[in-house]
């Protein structure tokens, strides 16, 4: 107990709970990163030295070689431009599925916090709880949508699912910032005469740019970590990072290169922890905001 | 999560262009929310194989998905699943809050190792994780080529312990973020609590225990729904580490239904199984979305 | 069979055709998951002999069968069905035809004598109501077993030719420091493995009851039952990193050394080849007993209605069964021809010893996607992957499990 009550809020000098403190960090800390450090280092070593086992030493020959290899020279089945084709579908897939999705959410947040529209609750509330419901009670009803409207397995299919199904939580998001916003701006737009697209674009738009920046966080980390509707939706030609990476891995011919499938496994995470890096405090105020999200 | 800000006693404004702008919501929610998800479950009781038939078998696929051995194993890992891994993630996510919360140095490089797995998706998680785990080239082999002959950490081909390791990848994962919303709760506690505590001698581990703790309910509430939602939805992370393996040992439900849609061709049975997940978390979700959305919204104030 | 009359046939349509073909150039489109290196280069085969009568070949080839089947199935209740779509042999393509989707080729294959030329199963397979609905291209022995030549050596026994001999040759591999049964502990893997040894332990008879009959009479047999304690006798012949492996990768363990045998269908065949390695002095291949399990791939001709789809259809229809497309096209897929009357002594060794057993009809079975669903197929490969993952499973729990999934999915 002595030693727990010297922590605290203000530990003023190293005492031992202040080691311990530290200690339980780091060793936290290891637990973090090992796997990370293991990759990076797997993907580093030829191949003959990951056969000696070690995995958690720095290799003896540093090669790159597996990097190269794994962005441009992978195969997935015949298909040996490695993961460099699913970065790029991926960025494809990406931008309009962003940009529309955020659209879609903004608008319909708006209209559902300043405008009275005749059973919007119901709609919000069912909109929500689709947000919750697994993917897989959708997903066979709507294979056979596209199919039978001609679209499935397009680029257009896969934007539109994420589109769809990125709606709960951006809706979430910008109804709720919207509600936050101070009402008196608006009646003053109102008595002005503006009507409801006006003061979106005049009013409430240039006011939405923190809430734009954790939308853009959330949905980039969201749909390029997507597995299940590129698998699904996205067909053979735009095949997404993750869905490539996986086939490279559970490649069918001759043996595994592990150094070639750990440096793509990075590739695949390396936006989204840009992302990380970069957005910093705003990826955590994405989180916390948008609470809701899967 | 800001939802107890609610429209109630806002003045709002009717509009035709508004009445427009919701339609691409409003469609979304009746042709693939409700569409959809009556489209499946009208599925689940016919006798649809390759293609969709609307014939009537009753609830012949519903017994048929209870006699199913490898749904009950699903089921099975996904209850101690869900378990291990929100427990996990609350006690480690906590303890790692509070610890990061005792104003020590270089807090924002603790902050950003905890929370960057969660950045990464489940397929990269998971591949991650059966490389580090996997016996013949993993931790196991370092442990012998350090010198223990005898080591043993075969979880990821043992039948019995497979869930676990895919419950460590999630945890490892996921915790940074319920450290992430808890520390945010920490930071709004009144520091005169902690004062007040030392005077009366209350020691540190009680003070988190039985002060703080409370005062962070709502986060905690919110952690649970979001760590729930990766629970039912708990897919990429499987086929990426185990495929379901070995056996049928780490099977969950999402890969049970999305194997019978796609390679079994069995749509009938994967529509019942489809169904159970949905009765299993509509009966969850539904009184907590009433609660915290649509109630507060009718009680004018 | 009469030589002269099919001489006159080929020859025949060797002349005819390609006057045909030139007078217009015809569009298929064929959709297909012939990604690897081996079958890439197989199906490149056809499509050149498909060029080659002045038709345009329109490949769409994606990844991973299941994948393949989805979007070709989509396509065709989308309404824009392609020309020409790959199945594995078997009731795949069933429901598709009872569902109308597809054009028969009855008349190609009574022109060409598909019936006299094809296996019996394979005819089976390929029929429905009586009429040709698929063209088999090629069948894959899925019983071999692929050894290392040198382990045997090493460890100072005779190469096994039979599960009984391979598990009596265990203790001595291991004692030499190989893995006696390279084996990927995938379900898929598993269920090879455990139809491989049912038929050398029970027969094919056996073999095809257990899956089809409901009366318990199969299951119970001491056959089968002594078939079940040698699938359980062979967990003990594989390693720890089993559990997940993919197939390449444990031929790969047999390729370097480190495992003595695997039992895989002929696509290894192309691993060993890749690697640089000899038939015979590096490895060696020999088919389980009791028959030849046959898998392979078929393909079919969705519902058109153009009559230059259909004419398109027919040509393609003939030209893969034709001699010299089967024999190229097997060469490079590492398959033997879906014909049993062609001279294959320029194939190697190993399509060699699968031909002269296909040519025995009591050597031809078909596998379980000859005959049952891919929900019947899928329920029992949960038992057997079960099975195979849990040693503490008795015989008898087994056959219950068994007996159980094939009632609820028939």
Known sequence: MTMMQASGRRPSRISAGTIGIYAFLLIAAVFFLLPAWIMLMTSLKPMEEIRLGNILMWPNAVTFEPWIRAWSEACTGLDCRGVSVGFWNSVRILIPSLILSIAAGAVTGYALSFWRVRGANVMFGLLLLGAFIPYQVFLYPLVRIFAVTGIYNSFACIVLVHVIFGLPIMTLLFRNYYASLPVELFKAARVDGGGFWSIFIRIILPMSTPILIVATILQVTGIWNDFLFGLTFAGRDNLPMTVQLNNIVSSRQGESQYNTEMAATILTAMIPLAVYFISGRWFVRGIASGAVKG | ?301 | MNTITRFICTATFAFVLPTAGQAQEIKAEVLHWWTSGGEAAAIAEMANAFKAEGGEWIDTAIANGEQARTAGINRIVGGNPPTVMQFNTGAQFHEVVDNGMLNPIEDVASANNWREVLPEVLIEATNRNGEFYAVPVNIHGQNWLWYNVEAFKKAGVEPPKDFDELIAAAPKLKEAGFIPLAHGGQNWQDHLLFDAVVVAKAGKEIFKNIYLTTDGEALNSPDFRSAIETFAALRELTDEGSPGRSWNDSTNLVITGKGATQLMGDWAKGEFIAAGKTIGTDYGCTVMPNGYIMGGDVCVFPKVDDEEQKAAQSKLAELMLSQDVQLAFNKKKGSVPARVDLDVSSMDECAQQGMTALKDPEQQVGSINYFASSDLTGATRDVITQFWATPSMTADEFIEKFASAVKSAS
């Open chain 2, 1 to 301: 999560m800001d939802s107890q800000i609610t429209n109630a006693g806002r003045p709002r404004f009717r509009n035709l262009a508004a009445v427009i702008a919701l339609i691409p919501a409003t469609a979304a929610v009746v042709v693939v929310y409700i569409g959809c998800m009556l489209w499946t479950v009208r599925l689940s009781f016919t006798s649809s194989k390759l293609l969709p038939i609307f014939d009537w078998v009753g609830l012949s696929q519903y017994s048929r998905l209870f006699l199913n051995e490898r749904f009950s194993v699903a089921v099975e890992n996904i209850v101690i699943f869900g378990v291990l891994f929100i427990a996990g993630c609350l006690i480690l996510g906590f303890l790692l809050a509070v610890f990061i919360d005792q104003k020590v140095r270089g807090e924002a490089v603790f902050r950003t190792i905890f929370l960057y797995p969660y950045a990464m998706s489940f397929v990269v998680t998971g591949l991650a994780w059966q490389w580090f785990l996997n016996p013949t080239h993993g931790v196991q082999k370092l442990g012998r080529d350090l010198g223990f002959e005898n080591f043993t950490f075969n979880w990821l081909v043992t039948q019995d312990m497979v869930i676990y390791t895919i419950v460590i990848a999630a945890i490892w994962q996921g915790s940074g973020l319920v450290m992430c919303i808890l520390l945010a709760g920490l930071r709004g506690v009144d520091e005169s609590l902690w004062k007040a505590a030392r005077v009366d001698g209350i020691p540190a581990w009680r003070y988190y225990l039985f002060i703080v703790l409370p005062l962070l309910g709502p986060m905690i509430v919110t952690a649970v729904v979001l760590l729930s939602i990766s629970v039912v939805k708990l897919y990429d992370l499987v086929v990426a580490m185990t495929k379901g393996g070995p056996g049928i040992a780490s099977d969950v439900p999402a890969k049970f239904v999305m194997d019978h849609f796609f390679e079994r061709n069995n749509v009938g049975l994967a529509t019942a199984a489809a169904t159970m997940m949905l009765i299993a978390v509509a009966s969850i979700l539904a009184p907590w979305l009433y609660q915290t959305y649509i109630r507060p919204a009718g009680r004018v104030a």
